[in-house]
């Protein structure tokens, strides 16, 4: 399976540049390569499309036309 930061430009959940920028809890835990538990895949809600990092929390970017899967954030 492709790492989250080859499949994604941006993170999904703080919309920064996940390679470069990302300092959030959600991608230091991606980067750790740690499971995610029931409680923190509630906690870590989709804010951002990961493709072009717009406000997106639908499962379809407005801006980019992506459709995204929410089990897509967690690998």
Same mark, same amino acid.
């Given at each position: 399976m492709a790492k989250f930061g080859d499949r994604f430009k941006y993170c999904p959940y703080c919309?920064? /540049? =996940? /390679?470069? #920028?990302? #300092?959030?809890?959600?991608?230091?835990?991606? /980067?750790?390569?740690? +499971? =995610? +538990?029931e409680r923190l895949r509630e906690l870590y809600g989709k804010r951002f499309c990961p493709w072009c990092g717009s406000r997106s929390t639908k499962l379809e970017c407005p801006l980019c036309r992506k459709a995204f899967d929410r089990e897509d954030m967690f690998y």
């Open positions: 919309g920064k /540049r =996940f /390679r470069y #920028e990302c #300092e959030c809890p959600y991608g230091k835990h991606v /980067r750790m390569k740690l +499971d =995610f +538990d």
